[in-house]
């Protein structure tokens, strides 16, 4: 297995390429959803809607979350560990930030009578906001797990697979979301 | 996806198991339950796709029972069917809860995760050259994320209002509406949340399958010296990657429809005198979405079937494939033609007749790569060294339902044609003999092909031959005459045609399909037993190569371990398909090519 690993050294790593394959799986089901959207805009009785405040200060948290994997996943190549933990832990808590506000426009959403059932338009506002935000949730949750074995003192790990895996995934769904955002702007 | 993060360690555990496989200790869970060895794990998609095969069949004969004999009673059907056969005779409810049940079960079930599941899993890495998939844990979950799947499935059977009846492409508003019918209350939220977990299932496998093909292969195992049941894989596994998330997308609306409120499909409704409050959607959205992944879907079961008939065919000709190339760009073609021709299952559904044509010119462009591989078939066999083993009879058979069940489709990609056909039992043959029937005889081939390698034993002969000229005549005679009732306009899905004046004359000709279906499915339990009576009592493989055959699986020792070569993985130098050259009967792929060896194939 050792000398495969090394023949494989040159080619990209299985996970990674894992990782973008299951990428386009997951942008096929948002042009799913955006095209089926865009079918819905064009027919009759569709509502047009503002997009609260909130969604703009989540798309900062996001984008600077992905800043500061881009930054942990340097300081692991360098290992400054310590820099790498505070940055992988930041990330974590401006994805928890993103949710929450995302929570938070929803709210305002609701309240300024965009509900998920008054109309077609909103409920796919909030279908394709919701199931980006799983999509964020899930690297939440993968952030948890690095976060504690970064932060354990039993683990070594020197592989920089997993911190480059979630660090693609991550800018992933900071894309997505910028997508989305300009998508749900530019047709309402 | 995050999943895939918190997995990095797999590998490291997959080389520890490599190297110390001899003296690693594996206890019974982790040897046959949550196994990581994508051998067994392929195992483990047969078995569970042959029980769903058994059930799945099962309900088309019950439903054949009153479609052959409409005026007649069964009392024993009230034994196990309960109040869904009352006095023996099948409740219309529970009629259009079995024809669903035998389309989800068969199309996703069977001939997805049974055939991809199984035989993806179980060649991929040993023809190509590896010791497992690149991610043996994501391999496991899509198992058991199809295990979860078939539970809820099989579930939704017991439910006191039935499964889903709203017909395998659940079509929303019968679909989104539980007051609709029986089977669109409980039943349907099951069928959506087993759908989901089986998406799941086939994404975590395909992406295993791609990665693993492009980055696993050994030393020297180009692209184009993968053998063609690899390619067909391949690109059935990007076929299932890019529609089923489509689908799932589809299945979430549905399910927001149906329970939360929403109207993504729903409009003007009125049900029982009461006008629903749902506006603005649009049920043909759904089928847009739907048959998005439909089509593919089509290629995603038919495609696995290509390759490996290709490879037994050439195996068992003793000559090489003719047209290795062909062979591959056709399935290229295929696959790309696969997403531009969903609408031709909507031609009737108020579709604009301009956007129609093109999906008729598309739709018969598929023609010209599948009229490119039936021609290499029959030119590989053309002058071959035949052995007809039961798994080649079985390639030789997908081939003939591949070409009777093809030209039909050409009748029905045809619009004009299709307003006439459409919902007719003409649809009903095209699909069961190119689509159905042609993928079963793939994965018969692929089952009695690599038993040996499966195994350790081979199947039974004799009942093999009984079993494929029971079957290929057998089928034939069921569907071959659909044809006839389907140009009279016989449609599809209904109950009873013995009050129709029109349909009155096929009465005995619907007895008769109904007796050979009968016949078929005995003939399929004659299959199973051989199985499973072989994998314990069968004739044991002595010879390491019993099909005399070139590619690296026949290269592993007899029963392979976790990690498939005890040593170095074997290292490739030529195509796979060497046979018959030079005079010599075959040449492996892992032989260095000689000095004086005549070049080219």
Partial sequence: MSTVLMEQRNKIHPHKFTL??????????????????????????????????????????????????????????????????????????????????????????????????????????YVIVGIHAVHVLGGIVALIVLSLKAFSTKIRNYSTVPVELMSTYWHFVDLLWIYLLVFLLMIR | MSSAVTLQDATGHMAHDAHHEHHHHETFITKYVFSQDHKTIAKQFLIT?????????????????????????????????????????????????????????????????????????????????????????????????????????????FVQTGPASGGWTVYPPLSALGDASMGSKIGMDLWLVGMAMFIVSSLLGGLNYITTIL???????????????????????????????????????????????????????????????????????????????????????????MGMSSEILSVNSRKPIFGYMAMVGSMFAIAILAFLVWAHHMFVTGLNPFLGSVFVLLTLLIAVPSAIKVFNWLTTLWRG????????????????????????????????????????????????????????????????????????????????YIHFWVTIIGAYLIFWPMHYEGLAGMPRRYYDFSNWESFKMFGGLNEFISLVSMIVFAAQLLFVFNFFHSIWKGRKVRDLNPWGSNTLEWTT?????????????????????????????????????????????
């Avoid at chain 1, 401006?94 to 909103?122: D, E, K, P």
């Avoid at chain 2, 847009?288 to 290629?299: A, C, I, S, T």
């Avoid at chain 2, 993985?569 to 060896?597: A, L, M, N, S």
């Fill in chain 1, 20 to 125: 973008w394959v299951g990428i386009g799986s997951m942008l096929m089901m948002f042009a799913g959803l955006t095209s089926a959207y865009i079918v819905k805009r064009n027919q009759a009785n569709w509502v047009s809607f503002q997009l609260p405040a909130a969604f703009w200060y989540s798309t900062a948290a996001i984008i600077i979350s992905s800043i500061c994997i881009h930054l942990a996943g340097k300081a692991f190549r360098e290992r400054e560990m310590s820099r790498y933990r505070i940055l992988v832990a930041v990330t974590l808590g401006l994805g928890v930030v993103f949710v929450l506000l995302q929570l938070v426009g929803f709210r305002q959403l609701w309240n300024s009578g965009v509900t998920f059932t008054g109309n077609v338009s909103y409920s796919f506002l």
């Fill in chain 2, 49 to 157: 796709g042959i029980i769903w095969a058994i059930i799945g069949g099962l309900f088309s004969v019950i439903f054949r029972l009153q479609l052959g004999y409409p005026d007649q009673t069964f009392p024993f059907l009230e034994d196990f069917l309960g109040h869904w056969a009352k006095g023996g005779k099948l409740n219309p409810e529970f009629y259009y809860a079995l024809v669903t049940m035998h389309g989800t079960v068969l199309v996703f079930f069977v001939l997805t995760a049974g055939l991809s599941g199984t035989f993806a899993n179980f060649l991929i890495p040993l023809q190509v050259g590896a010791r497992d998939m690149a991610s043996p844990m994501l391999n496991m979950l899509s198992y058991w994320f199809f295990f979860l799947a078939s539970i809820i499935m099989v579930a939704s059977l």
């Fill in chain 2, 215 to 305: 980055n696993m292969r050994t030393k020297g195992m180009s692209m184009t010296r993968m053998p063609l049941t690899i390619w067909a894989l391949f690109f059935t596994a990007i076929l299932g990657v890019l529609s089923f998330p489509v689908l799932l997308s589809g299945a979430i609306l549905l399910l927001f429809d149906r329970n939360l409120g929403t109207s993504f499909y729903l409009s003007d409704i009125v049900v029982a005198g009461k006008i629903l409050p749902n506006e603005g959607g649009s049920a043909i959205l759904f089928q847009h979405l739907f048959w998005f992944l439909g089509h593919p879907e089509v290629y995603i079961i038919l495609l696995p079937a």
């Fill in chain 2, 385 to 464: 060294n035949i052995r007809f083993t039961p798994a080649m009879l079985f390639a030789i058979g997908f081939v003939s339902l591949f070409i009777s069940g093809g030209l039909t489709g050409i009748f029905l990609g045809n619009s004009a044609l299709d307003i006439h056909l459409h919902d007719t039992y003409f649809v009903i043959a095209h699909f069961h003999i190119v689509m159905g029937v042609a993928s079963f005889f793939g994965m018969f081939a692929g089952v009695y092909h690599w038993f040996p390698k499966m195994y350790g034993r081979y199947l039974n002969n004799t009942l093999a």
């Fill in chain 2, 557 to 601: 020792p007899l029963k392979p371990g976790h990690g498939n070569w005890p040593g170095e993985i074997p290292e490739v130098h030529r195509w796979p398909y060497d046979y018959g050259k030079d005079g010599r009967d075959f040449i492996p792929q892992t032989e260095p090519v000689g000095k004086d060896e005549s070049t080219g194939h």
